[in-house]
């Protein structure tokens, strides 16, 4: 069982490139999300979507775009990437909010980008 | 806006001694999350608090949760080196959907 998955670990990229980080879960869960982590910041959330079909802005969406594929992918697109965007994300799953759900968030392993 | 905090943002500690990491919280929340992360790695979760005055344990981790007072601690006892890691404590607003919010993390070294 793979959980949460994504693409690529690591990537460079030179300003005003483009890129976009892959994530795919085997859970069947409704629920996904993208967050960044710098050091001394804990996570911030970038987007997520709360069931297949909708997606929503979380604490830093400047800069980013995303695309709820389906129910396993979600993905994060860096239209033109900027040095301020170097950092580690991270994809993670959850089942949907409400009732006895415990709404617990499993991660991906990570992409580390460096914007040069 | 809802604000996370952890505190001690580092912590060096000798084994065998015993630790409180402290998480405290500035807006009404329905749950409460920790988290382990070992350098260069995924998080994984540890507990998920409920209610006010649940309490959780797992091995030398023992987590609660203080709803009135806006707090939650993970306690440390006899700590071994496999434990070093990074902690982190996020919260998940009431009536604000999917959202959690993490705090700063508490880095934990634990020597030999």
């Known amino acids: 069982n793979a959980g949460v998955t994504q693409t690529p670990k690591f990537q460079v990229l030179k300003t005003g490139q483009s890129m976009t980080l892959q994530c795919a879960q085997d859970?069947?869960?409704?629920?996904m999300y993208w967050y960044r982590q710098d050091p001394g910041m804990g996570l911030r959330l970038i987007y997520y979507?709360?069931?297949?079909?909708?997606?929503d802005k979380g604490e830093v969406p400047n800069g980013y775009n995303v695309s709820r594929l389906n129910k396993r992918e979600f993905s994060l697109r860096l239209e033109s990437a900027a040095p301020s965007q170097t950092s580690v994300y991270f994809c993670?799953?959850?089942?949907?909010?409400?009732?006895?759900?415990?709404?617990?968030?499993?991660f991906g392993e990570g992409s580390r980008l460096t914007v040069l | 806006e809802l604000k996370v905090e952890q505190n001690p943002l580092f912590l060096s500690m000798q084994e065998g001694k015993n630790y409180t990491i402290y998480c405290n919280y500035s807006?009404?929340?329905?749950?409460l999350y920790w988290y382990r992360q070992d350098p260069g790695k995924s998080l994984e979760s540890l507990f998920v608090?409920?209610?006010?005055?649940a309490v959780k344990q797992e091995g030398r981790l023992m987590a609660s949760l203080d709803t009135k007072a806006r707090l939650s601690t993970l306690h440390i006892t006899a700590a071994v080196h496999d434990l070093s890691a990074t902690y982190f404590c996020?919260?998940?607003?009431?009536?604000?959907?999917?959202?959690?919010?993490f705090g700063g993390g508490t880095r934990l070294m634990v020597k030999p």
């Open positions: 993670a799953s959850s089942e949907r909010w409400g009732g006895d759900t415990t709404g617990e968030l499993f």
């Open positions: 859970m069947n869960h409704n629920s």
């Open positions: 979507s709360a069931s297949e079909g909708t997606t």
């Open positions: 807006t009404t929340s329905d749950r």
């Open positions: 608090l409920l209610s006010n005055g």
């Open positions: 996020a919260v998940r607003v009431h009536n604000a959907g999917n959202m959690l919010t």
